[in-house]
T-cell receptor
Framework: QKEVEQDPGPLSVPEGAIVSLNCTYS??????FMWYRQYSRKGPELLMY????GNKEDGRFTAQVDKSSKYISLFIRDSQPSDSATYLC?????????????FGAGTRLAVHP | NAGVTQTPKFQVLKTGQSMTLQCAQD?????MYWYRQDPGMGLRLIYY???????DKGEVPNGYNVSRLNKREFSLRLESAAPSQTSVYFC??????????????FGDGTRLSIL
């Protein structure tokens, strides 16, 4: 079993829809949670970053963390064609001086006009 | 703002050939990383460097070597390329120590095909 599971999609939605992207994880020691956006033939870029359970909002994006369920989500409101990309969740575990960063495999999102 | 620059962007090699992937960052970051990205596998860490002069193995180091030439540059070398090393390679950098709570900044990748 992978430490971080993410549905690969693809997810296809109409412009203006609310998008929900999710990751589950198995190790309760993960402490920091991130979402990266990756456009085709580009490197990942950081979208959201949080370390506590609950919601964090930035414009049309909301990151949600539920540590008790080991589940994180990214919500995109009023989705736009420019949001079409692959979204990677990532999380950091701090363990006795050896830190570990694990990425999900990514969910491909297509927003059509 | 250049950020993290990787060269080359594309490369095709024959099995057994060697090559070096170059990476440079202009953000004065201490930590630098090399990842490979394969379909369905996510990003996997090959090697990292927490500071100039130090390097350590990541999750999938076999078949690779690295050099932290100075604070800006971190290169990845394939000594004898194998088809299993066909992948997209990303270099990243971050402030602070290895996997601190500082986010990573990525280059745009090198697409490597080995025949």
């Amino acid at each position: 079993q992978k430490e971080v599971e993410q549905d690969p999609g693809p997810l296809s939605v109409p412009e203006g829809a609310i998008v929900s992207l999710n990751c589950t994880y198995s190790n309760s020691a993960f402490q920091y949670f991130m979402w990266y956006r990756q456009y085709s033939r580009k490197g990942p870029e950081l979208l959201m970053y949080t370390y506590s359970s609950g919601n964090k909002e930035d414009g049309r994006f909301t990151a949600q963390v539920d540590k008790s369920s080991k589940y994180i989500s990214l919500f995109i409101r009023d989705s736009q064609p420019s949001d079409s990309a692959t979204y990677l969740c990532a999380m950091i575990l701090f363990s006795g001086g050896y830190n570990k960063l694990i990425f999900g495999a990514g969910t491909r999102l297509a927003v059509h006009p | 703002n250049a950020g993290v620059t990787q060269t080359p962007k594309f490369q095709v090699l024959k099995t057994g050939q060697s090559m070096t992937l170059q990476c440079a960052q202009d953000m004065n970051h201490n930590s630098m990383y090399w990842y490979r990205q394969d379909p369905g596998m996510g990003l996997r860490l090959i090697y990292y460097s927490a500071s100039e002069g130090t390097t350590d193995k990541g999750e999938v180091p076999n078949g690779y070597n690295v050099s932290r030439l100075n604070k800006r540059e971190f290169s990845l070398r394939l000594e004898s390329a194998a088809p299993s090393q066909t992948s997209v390679y990303f270099c990243a950098s971050s402030e602070g120590q290895h996997y601190s709570n500082q986010p990573q900044h990525f280059g745009d990748g090198t697409r490597l095909s080995i025949l």
